[in-house]
């Protein structure tokens, strides 16, 4: 090999789910896609993306970022806004102020185990959301983190998704 040739890519061998949640819990999992819908209501796409890549990334639930990665992509989000989630503090230019109190309240809410959502959050979110939207906002982030932990728990595999045209 040439120092210009790139060596092949070598992958591991793709691990197997341990079980298959939709299938064996249906109707707990026809209850989360139910509060998934309910949540929505009032809130922008995009918006509700970022929320649900972000949680994804601090959960390192890889099945749910391939998901919504995709879904945000599909929706016309830019890759560039996606790359960038993950370091969105020195980024911040790239989100409006209504997206960084979204990305915010969600970085609390996901590690809750810091022992609260700290009163400067909340109130962040509550001056770029009314009190319905930050309600909806709220069930929003809790639902990407229950669908975060069974998606870890029960090891989804990743990159199988396709988004709804």
């Given at each position: 090999?040439?120092?210009?040739?790139t060596p092949p890519m070598t992958r591991l061998a793709e691990h197997t789910a341990r079980?298959?949640?939709?299938?064996?819990?249906?109707?707990?999992?026809?209850?989360?896609?139910?509060?998934?819908?309910?949540?929505?209501?009032?809130?922008?796409?995009?918006?509700?993306?970022?929320?649900?890549?972000?949680?994804?990334?601090?959960?390192?639930?890889?099945?749910?970022?391939?998901?919504?990665?995709?879904?945000?992509?599909?929706?016309?989000?830019?890759?560039?806004?996606?790359?960038?989630?993950?370091?969105?503090?020195?980024?911040?230019?790239?989100?409006?102020?209504?997206?960084?109190?979204?990305?915010?309240?969600?970085?609390?809410?996901?590690?809750?185990?810091?022992?609260?959502?700290?009163?400067?959050?909340?109130?962040?979110?509550?001056?770029?959301?009314?009190?319905?939207?930050?309600?909806?906002?709220?069930?929003?982030?809790?639902?990407?983190?229950?669908?975060?932990?069974?998606?870890?728990?029960?090891r989804s595999v990743p990159g199988h998704y396709t988004p709804a045209r």
């Open positions: 090999m040439t120092i210009n040739e079980l298959d949640f939709a299938k064996l819990a249906p109707e707990a999992f026809a209850a989360l896609i139910r509060l998934d819908g309910a949540a929505r209501r009032g809130l922008e796409p995009a918006l509700l993306e970022l929320v649900k890549i972000r949680a994804s990334q601090l959960n390192h639930c890889a099945y749910c970022l391939d998901m919504h990665s995709k879904d945000a992509l599909a929706a016309g989000e830019s890759f560039e806004r996606i790359m960038q989630l993950g370091a969105w503090h020195e980024s911040r230019h790239f989100y409006t102020a209504r997206e960084i109190a979204a990305i915010e309240l969600t970085e609390a809410v996901t590690v809750i185990t810091d022992g609260f959502v700290p009163d400067a959050v909340y109130a962040r979110a509550a001056e770029q959301f009314d009190e319905t939207e930050l309600a909806h906002l709220i069930a929003a982030i809790v639902t990407i983190n229950a669908f975060n932990r069974i998606g870890v728990t029960t």
